[in-house]
């Protein structure tokens, strides 16, 4: 029974290009939530997806990131024009619809940009 | 207003030792509460769910005082392998999960 997968485990982007975070939440899991971890700074919310549809992006950065959670395939985090503030670990995590379980965290994406 | 806050330490102890940390949280509306665990900036690790009536799992007890809206984790007979970055973790009502910035434990032999 896999986890949740996230790829790539490492992304290097220069400045001004395009990154893609991927992530496939654990089997039997429909709800999906994406975290960032700025050096030496804790976990920040950035969103909360079902199956098509963005249920919470009240911590997203209002340009430039956008995420979605498509009927089929992974969900995507998608930042553009990066940026060197953008270097961080992005976290995904998935839980089944009553989440009072806790969330399930995948290994991590840790974007650099150089 | 942070919304959830951790004394970041770090807590230096020798193996053995019993260890506690606090959390608080700002929101009375809160629905469910956890501590998860983080080595070395991994990916965080459900340690336990917190209750209301208190909760233990081998060396490690959970406790929530819901009127002063405080979560303790205690740790006894310290182990190397406890080292790590304790996540006092909240999920107020119709949110995600809300991370504290953690507090870092250091068990040395």
């Known amino acids: 029974n896999a986890g949740v997968m996230q790829n790539p485990r490492h992304l290097v982007r220069r400045r001004g290009q395009e990154a893609r975070l991927r992530c496939s939440p654990m089997?039997?899991?429909?709800?999906v939530y994406w975290y960032r971890q700025l050096p030496e700074e804790g976990l920040k919310f950035m969103v909360y997806?079902?199956?098509?549809?963005?249920?919470?992006e009240s911590g997203m950065p209002k340009e430039r990131f956008s995420a979605e959670f498509p009927k089929e395939g992974p969900s995507i985090l998608r930042i553009q024009q990066v940026v060197r503030g953008d270097s961080a670990a992005y976290f995904c995590?998935?839980?089944?619809?009553?989440?009072?379980?806790?969330?399930?965290f995948g290994s991590g994406t840790r974007l650099t940009v150089v | 207003r942070k919304e959830v806050e951790q004394d970041p330490g770090p807590f230096n102890v020798p193996e053995g030792a019993t260890v506690a940390f606090n959390c608080t949280y700002s929101?009375?509306?809160?629905?469910?509460f956890f501590w998860y665990r983080q080595d070395c900036r991994k990916e965080p690790k459900l340690l336990m769910s917190?209750?209301?009536s208190g909760n233990e799992d081998g060396r490690f007890t959970a406790q929530l005082n819901r009127a002063s809206q405080y979560i303790s984790l205690l740790i006894r007979d310290s182990k190397l392998s406890d080292s790590a970055t304790y996540l006092c973790?909240?999920?107020?009502?119709?949110?995600?999960?809300?991370f504290g910035k953690g507090t870092t434990l250091s068990v040395s032999s």
């Open positions: 995590a998935s839980s089944p619809p009553d989440p009072s379980g806790g969330y399930t």
């Open positions: 089997k039997g899991h429909s709800h």
């Open positions: 997806l079902q199956k098509e549809n963005i249920i919470d």
């Open positions: 929101n009375s509306a809160s629905q469910s």
């Open positions: 917190v209750y209301s």
């Open positions: 973790v909240v999920r107020f009502a119709g949110t995600a999960l809300i």
